[in-house]
């Protein structure tokens, strides 16, 4: 499953090997051999290249199906901003996250389909 999904995140790229390998620092051959599944990764490679295609290892290894969005730039500041908070800040973000998206639902017609 692994060497399916560098596959499929590289050609969503538009980048060969030797370029994801380069911006890596890694060579090309070793790369090759993890997208044909002829070598195994260790750890810090698996997560450097969870990190470079903005997925989970989980998403890599097969464990998830479902890949995430890709996040901008703000929308990462704002996961970065509140994982940094408490556990009451937290739900004081929750508690205004709700009452906004209700009120949203109700005025501009957003679907219900967040939890």
Do not use: W
């Not at 290892?57 to 908070?85: N, V």
């Amino acid at each position: 499953m692994l060497h399916l999904r560098l596959a499929e995140l590289r050609n969503k790229k538009g980048i060969s090997q030797a370029e994801l390998a380069a911006d890596l620092r890694i060579s090309r051959q070793a790369y090759s051999l993890y997208e044909i599944n002829k070598r195994q990764m260790n750890y810090e490679t698996l997560c450097l290249l969870a990190d470079y295609h903005e997925v989970s290892t989980d998403y890599l290894l097969g464990r998830q199906d479902i890949m995430p969005s890709f996040l901008d730039e703000e929308e990462r500041g704002i996961i970065k901003q509140y994982r940094a908070l408490g556990e009451h800040a937290r739900g004081t973000i929750k508690n205004c996250l709700s009452f906004e998206y209700e009120r949203a639902a109700k005025t501009e017609g957003v679907k219900k389909s967040a939890g």
